[in-house]
T-cell receptor
Framework: GQNIDQPTEMTATEGAIVQINCTYQ??????LFWYQQHAGEAPTFLSY??LDGLEEKGRFSSFLSRSKGYSYLLLKELQMKDSASYLC?????????WGAGTKLIIKP | DAGVTQSPTHLIKTRGQHVTLRCSPI?????VSWYQQVLGQGPQFIFQ???????GRGNFPDRFSARQFPNYSSELNVNALLLGDSALYLC????????????????FGPGTRLTVL
């Protein structure tokens, strides 16, 4: 998607920690979503950040820096079921602009 | 509670035909958005409807149209289908229209896989 950058693919080991980065253009920014999408399925909501800082939700945490146009999703204690694509989406001028997604591969 | 439902699940059409995709939002949700997702890419925004009015339109040709009914369900219509229209079409519902607040969280249906031959 336009204006959103995230790595195409990442590989991590079961039980480890992985950080998926997302950069976006700051004009018209209202908030930043993270979604998880398993192959062949619809995206499911993970987090929504409006203010700067880290929000923790179980094994998943999301961070936002509005001044830098930067967010990351942190996944701890990785499980095989976490293998999926992770999409960041910018709420910009009241429309969602999506990144292409980061395919996360978990190895045992 | 039922989530977002879409029909049909899969659809095969030929070039030049017309297709109608349907979506029922989560009960109580007033906003429906439509997205096109090509394999390996993120969703591309097509339309957003709120309270039966179009609130946003993405960069798609006029062959794409949509409407929202009084019960908040929605239809996406695509005319004169092209091979490039083959994609997963996702419907997402939210409580309100996208306004930059947490109630705008969009919940997705399972999608309709459209194949154009």
């Amino acid at each position: 998607g336009q204006n959103i950058d995230q790595p195409t693919e990442m590989t991590a080991t079961e039980g480890a920690i992985v950080q998926i980065n997302c950069t976006y253009q700051t004009s018209g920014f209202n908030g930043l979503f993270w979604y998880q999408q398993h192959a062949g399925e619809a995206p499911t909501f993970l987090s929504y950040n409006v203010l700067d800082g880290l929000e923790e939700k179980g094994r998943f945490s999301s961070f936002l820096s509005r001044s830098k146009g930067y967010s990351y999703l942190l996944l701890k204690e990785l499980q095989m079921k976490d293998s999926a694509s992770y999409l960041c989406a910018e709420d910009s001028n009241y429309q969602l602009i999506w990144g292409a997604g980061t395919k996360l591969i978990i190895k045992p | 509670d039922a989530g977002v439902t879409q029909s049909p699940t899969h659809l095969i059409k030929t070039r030049g035909q017309h297709v109608t995709l349907r979506c029922s939002p989560i009960s109580g949700h007033k906003s429906v958005s439509w997205y096109q997702q090509v394999l390996g890419q993120g969703p591309q925004f097509i339309f957003q409807y709120y309270e039966k009015e179009e609130r946003g339109r993405g960069n798609f040709p006029d062959r794409f149209s949509a409407r929202q009914f009084p019960n908040y369900s929605s239809e996406l219509n695509v005319n004169a289908l092209l091979l490039g229209d083959s994609a997963l079409y996702l419907c997402a519902s939210s409580l309100e229209a996208v306004r930059g607040v947490s109630t705008d969280t969009q919940y997705f249906g399972p999608g309709t896989r459209l194949t154009v031959l």
